[in-house]
């Protein structure tokens, strides 16, 4: 108790509010989440780093075959974080959580198993591993804010979130250069099977440490209301209009850096080592956005940042069309729209997840969160699959000129994602920005 008043004295001293006390157990559990988030990133970023896409490219697969493959995970995602969410609210948040890591272990062996299968099952494994990939990212994810909420205090929540995604995407940042270091000009299947392989190792501490972080809400939940705690959740004032203004962003964002990487590879002839770079890149851009969207949303909400995000995603998709047409040469183009990228993309899930947390119900946190996240992962999985069918129907030419310069049918889907994203700026009225106003805070409580 002493110590306690000496803290709040000590705060008081230096100007901030007395309430704002981060207790013992809350400073454990987020470091433990955010050195486990750091291992995360290391079998995680396979998918949007560009190991993915060269691995399959070097088992021969087409293009469009690779944006589907690459779109599944979040689909399957996307339909298994609600049934997660009801998992862990009735049997318990870290529970689910280490069946998901744990599935998230097994659905990673199949993927570098397909060097080594015929080529009629390369798809076939490929698809098997990455589905219960999802499945088990899914598990982990959908209590993943919920168990958060009570160990994250709500003064605190912007920077934590910044500290926590800069912490791992540096370690994404690290990871991708050594392996951009490793790999040659056109790399051999068994080293990028090695890769993966050491890679897939890095689950066992991401199980350890999130095991570490309290679960301080109890599951009370039972299986017989589901309907109703849904509807319920459905009916909190602004949780409907945000959850689809969350889908149209990712519908015209979440397949981009997967075109990025095939126009780099397959139609700039690439090697291996530049794709790589340029990742890298869009995860350093990603650190200083992660850093800066933290502190901007809690010093100016969430909504302007949200603002200037769909008009960066805008000019940086743009950008990318045009590489060859403006004053700077294509590579450096390619570069500073991979790093604006990759900082809008951190800003704006910062803003997301501080918004989303103000914005649940008291109870069921695990449901109501995981909606959120599904209606993202769902439109994510869409702008790769809108973009694949397509270009597989001929929608999109595969070449056509612009400015001068030669296009490809990727080129043209960023363009139409480009014009999209801007003009959806008359969505944000769907945000109801409840971050510092109590008021609308958490809707209706679900029992």
Same mark, same amino acid.
């Given at each position: 108790m002493t110590a306690q008043i000496d803290l709040v004295n000590d705060r008081k001293e230096r100007g901030q509010p007395a309430g704002e006390i981060i207790t013992e157990v809350s400073r454990k559990g987020m470091r433990n989440a955010i050195i486990g988030a750091c291992y995360k990133i290391l079998s995680t970023s396979i998918l949007t780093n560009g190991l993915m896409l060269i691995y399959m490219t070097a088992l021969k697969l087409d293009g469009t075959t690779i944006l589907l493959l690459l779109s599944l995970c979040n689909g399957v995602m996307a339909f298994s974080l609600i049934p997660c969410a009801h998992l862990a609210d009735v049997y318990g948040k870290r529970r689910i959580t280490l069946w998901g890591i744990a599935l998230c272990g097994i659905g990673f062996v199949f993927i570098p198993l397909a060097a080594w299968v015929s080529a009629g099952m390369v798809v076939v494994l490929l698809g098997l591993g990455l589905a219960l990939f999802g499945i088990g990212q899914a598990g982990q994810m959908g209590p993943w804010y919920a168990l958060l909420a009570p160990i994250v205090p709500a003064f605190y929540r912007g920077r934590f979130f910044g500290a926590m995604r800069v912490s791992w995407q540096v370690c994404a940042v690290i990871l991708a250069g050594l392996i951009a270091l490793l790999l040659p000009r056109e790399t051999s299947?068994?080293?990028?099977?090695?890769?993966?392989?050491?890679?897939? =190792?890095?689950?066992?501490?991401?199980?350890?440490?999130?095991? /570490?972080?309290?679960?301080?809400? /109890?599951? &009370? @939940?039972? &299986? /017989?209301?589901?309907?109703?705690?849904?509807?319920?959740?459905? /009916?909190?004032?602004?949780?409907?209009?945000?959850?689809?203004?969350?889908?149209?962003?990712?519908?015209?964002?979440? %397949? @981009?850096?997967? *075109?990025?990487?095939?126009?780099?590879?397959?139609?700039?002839? *690439?090697?291996?080592?530049?794709? $790589?770079?340029?990742?890298?890149?869009? $995860?350093? %851009?990603? #650190?200083?956005g992660y850093y800066f969207g933290g502190k901007?949303?809690?010093?100016?909400? &969430?909504?302007? #940042?949200?603002?200037? @995000?769909?008009?960066?995603?805008?000019?940086?998709?743009?950008?990318?069309? $045009?590489?060859?047409?403006?004053?700077?040469?294509?590579?450096?183009?390619?570069?500073?729209?991979?790093?604006? =990228?990759?900082?809008?993309?951190?800003? %704006?899930?910062?803003?997301f997840a501080t918004e989303m947390l103000a914005l649940i119900p008291a109870v069921r946190k695990s449901l109501s969160t995981s909606i959120c996240t599904t209606m993202t992962m769902a439109g994510a999985a869409l702008s790769g699959l809108l973009g694949a069918w397509g270009i597989r129907l001929g929608i999109f030419s595969e070449s056509w000129t612009l400015a001068g310069g030669s296009r490809s049918a990727y080129d043209a889907v960023l363009m139409v994602y480009a014009v999209l994203i801007v003009l959806m700026t008359v969505t944000l009225g769907l945000i109801p920005s409840v971050v510092g106003r109590p008021d609308l805070r958490g809707g209706p409580t679900v029992v």
């Open positions: 299947l068994p080293l990028l099977a090695g890769v993966l392989i050491v890679l897939g =190792f890095s689950i066992l501490p991401w199980g350890i440490y999130f095991a /570490r972080i309290p679960e301080l809400e /109890r599951a &009370t @939940c039972s &299986t /017989r209301n589901l309907p109703r705690d849904f509807g319920s959740i459905l /009916r909190s004032g602004g949780y409907l209009p945000f959850c689809a203004y969350l889908f149209i962003i990712a519908l015209f964002t979440g %397949g @981009c850096l997967a *075109m990025f990487g095939l126009v780099e590879k397959q139609v700039l002839g *690439m090697d291996d080592s530049k794709v $790589m770079i340029l990742a890298n890149l869009t $995860m350093i %851009g990603a #650190v200083i901007a949303v809690d010093r100016i909400g &969430t909504k302007p #940042v949200f603002l200037i @995000c769909h008009f960066g995603y805008g000019a940086s998709l743009a950008l990318f069309v $045009m590489r060859d047409s403006l004053f700077l040469p294509p590579l450096y183009l390619l570069a500073v729209t991979h790093a604006v =990228f990759g900082g809008l993309a951190a800003a %704006g899930s910062i803003a």
